[in-house]
């Protein structure tokens, strides 16, 4: 009985001691566009720089071979996986080891959805410096091309192409400071000329001005006798129809009259006619022939 007791303790001190299985803990998937290189089944995941979890595998995502699917175990059973948290490849340039780091956002959110099989899946984010230390192939090439490019530069044939470049440009540099004195001529005669223009124009503005003024002076005096006139013609227009409306009245009085006397010239003409007939009787038959009939004219048969 002790020595069975023992055995179980001794166990559960083994066990105690020993570290996580790797295997064990919740489990999560995170799918990487780049390069894993240096990232190694067992090699540790990490939160704010603290070990949390291991790799559990490294696969290519099944139909996509742009995607290597990372599953991790995280071991620490207080750290809460929340959605936005995102795994980052961080690497070793000078071992070439690389580990996952986890950053989770500010505050407490929802636990990440788990699906049938209990895995759930971390969003991966590029880590910059990271990615380019977990595959510094394409850095390294481009350092070997930028020192090419330096060592082809510092060649005596690129030194001369240097100098070559740098006397072309200080004899442009020449032809331009001896342009300069005739561009500084030309821009000091273009400010005497902009000078006179505005001058000429001032005094131009001066004698508009002096010149709207006696326009408007004469102007005023003209207009002012042009009404003055226009009243005088319209006060004589209306002494005219006034003398015109009398002179009408007149020659209307003097048509009536007109007519009057000439009815009563006519009747004394008649009279006087009457008149002298009976005169003419009366010397021709004396004073009986006004009261004998008139004679008879001779009757003379046809033949």
Do not use: C, H
């Not at 002790?2 to 064990?24: C, E, H, N």
């Not at 566009?33 to 949390?52: K, Y």
């Not at 005596?156 to 540099?173: F, V």
């Amino acid at each position: 009985m002790v020595v069975a007791s023992v055995f179980v303790a001794l166990v559960g001190f083994i066990m105690w001691i020993t570290p996580d299985d790797p295997r064990k803990g919740r489990q999560y998937d995170i799918l990487f566009d780049q390069s894993v290189s240096g990232l190694l089944e067992g090699s540790s995941v990490t939160f704010a720089g603290i070990p949390v979890g291991r790799v559990q595998s490294i696969d290519l995502e099944p139909g996509k071979p742009d995607l290597v699917r990372v599953r991790i175990a995280i071991t620490d059973k207080e750290l809460p996986i929340v959605e936005g948290t995102t795994a980052a490849l961080n690497g070793d340039l000078i071992f070439g080891a690389a580990l996952i780091s986890l950053d989770a956002p500010r505050g407490m959110g929802r636990p990440i959805a788990l699906n049938n099989d209990g895995i759930g899946v971390i969003p991966a984010k590029n880590a910059g410096l990271g990615e380019i230390v977990s595959d510094p192939g394409p850095l390294v090439e481009r350092i070997s091309r930028g020192t090419d490019m330096l060592l082809e530069l510092t060649s005596a044939q690129g030194q001369r192409e240097i100098s070559a470049r740098l006397d072309a440009t200080a004899k442009s540099t020449a032809a331009l400071a001896q342009q300069s004195a005739t561009i500084d001529g030309q821009i000091a005669a273009s400010r005497a000329t902009l000078r006179d223009t505005t001058t000429m124009a001032a005094d131009y503005a001066k004698r508009a001005d002096a010149m709207d003024q006696k326009l408007s002076a004469q102007g005023s005096a003209s207009l002012r006798q042009l009404r003055q006139a226009s009243a005088e013609a319209r006060a004589t227009l209306r002494s005219l129809d006034e003398r015109l409306g009398a002179t009408r009245s007149s020659a209307q009085g003097l048509a009536k009259r007109s007519a009057d006397l000439g009815t009563r010239a006519r009747a004394l003409r008649t009279t006087v006619s009457e008149v002298r007939t009976g005169i003419e009787q009366v010397e021709e038959g004396g004073l009986g022939s006004l009261a004998a009939p008139p004679a008879l004219p001779d009757y003379k048969p046809k033949k």
